[in-house]
């Protein structure tokens, strides 16, 4: 399944009501400036959604930063977000 917007990123696959609302979701917040909150259990692929965001959203020729993180943000929290430079951040 590619988006309705021309870009053919592809979306996550299936035909079931849960996937078709979360490619919805997706499409819906790249459009939007907004900071983005992706939860879920382990192994629910959070990452590849944020990577998919990050690709239908006008950021998508910026930078996209992951950020692994344990208890406590780690001390060069901010040097990556000003490497993403208004791209994505993924913590």
């Known amino acids: 399944m590619t988006t309705d917007s ?4 592809e979306l ?8 078709t609302k979360i490619n919805q979701a997706l ?6 400036e907004a900071p983005v909150f992706i939860t879920g259990e ?4 959070k990452v590849f959604a944020a990577k ?3 690709s239908l ?10 950020v692994s993180v344990t208890w406590k943000l780690p001390s060069d929290l901010a040097g990556r ?7 994505t951040l993924i913590v």
Do not use: M, N, Y
């Not at 021309?6 to 990123?9: A, D, E, I, R």
């Not at 499409?27 to 939007?32: F, N, T």
């Not at 006008?58 to 930063?65: E, I, N």
């Open 6 to 9: 021309g870009q053919g990123v």
């Open 12 to 19: 996550l696959p299936g035909i079931s009501d849960a996937i």
């Open 27 to 32: 499409c819906e917040a790249a459009r939007k």
């Open 42 to 45: 382990a192994g629910t692929e």
């Open 52 to 54: 998919l965001l990050h």
């Open 57 to 66: 959203s006008p950021r998508a020729a910026k930078p996209l930063a992951k």
């Open 81 to 87: 977000f000003r490497q993403c430079d208004g791209g």
